[in-house]
């Protein structure tokens, strides 16, 4: 259950990487939880923009990265980040391939041709990249009314 005082304007939870490779890169988490709490968001508070991201060079392959962009789509998150796995030290996984720019260039293409209103996918992008435009989002398609509280809009919350 989600319990929070008040409906967030955005709220991010990252996939990190596609769900075969879950296993060995976030042993911890499940891909379909991740999504159900995408999609819980989504229904609770639908005026609250969704926001997830993952790392490539991991093992994935491309279809793989599509996909999970189909998955996040259907669950209508607003916002992805698309990044280059770079491994902290020598105890973590290493990179498996740097993917070329061309690379995260069709994966921009295809996430803004699925609908996302924004897509951020470059070999340096991470989680937290441009959080300004995420504000400037918010401006160009807005869903609260400015001013108001947020939990207005959701009695009881």
């Known amino acids: ?5 008040k409906a967030p304007e955005v709220l991010n939870h990252n996939v990190e990487t596609v769900p075969r490779l879950y296993g060995r890169v976030r042993p911890q988490g499940r891909y379909q939880r991740s999504l159900h709490l995408l999609e819980e968001v989504r229904h609770h508070w639908p005026r609250t923009y969704t926001k997830s991201g993952l790392m490539v060079g991991l093992g994935e392959e491309d279809r ?3 996909a999970v962009l189909e998955d996040l789509r259907q669950r209508q998150v607003d916002i ?5 796995y770079l491994s902290p ?5 290493p990179v498996s391939r740097f993917v070329p720019p061309e690379t995260f260039a069709r ?3 295809y996430g803004e041709a699925l609908g ?3 897509v951020v996918s ?3 992008t991470r989680s937290s990249y441009h959080a300004e435009q995420v504000q400037r989002l918010m401006l160009e398609h807005p869903r609260w009314n400015v001013g108001t509280d947020s939990t207005s809009a959701y009695p009881g919350l």
């Open 64 to 66: 793989e990265v599509l």
């Open 122 to 124: 470059t070999p340096l």
């Open 116 to 118: 996302f209103l924004q």
């Open 1 to 5: 259950a989600l319990t929070m005082a």
């Open 89 to 93: 030290g020598p105890k973590h996984l």
């Open 80 to 84: 992805v980040t698309i990044g280059q």
């Open 107 to 109: 994966f921009r293409e």
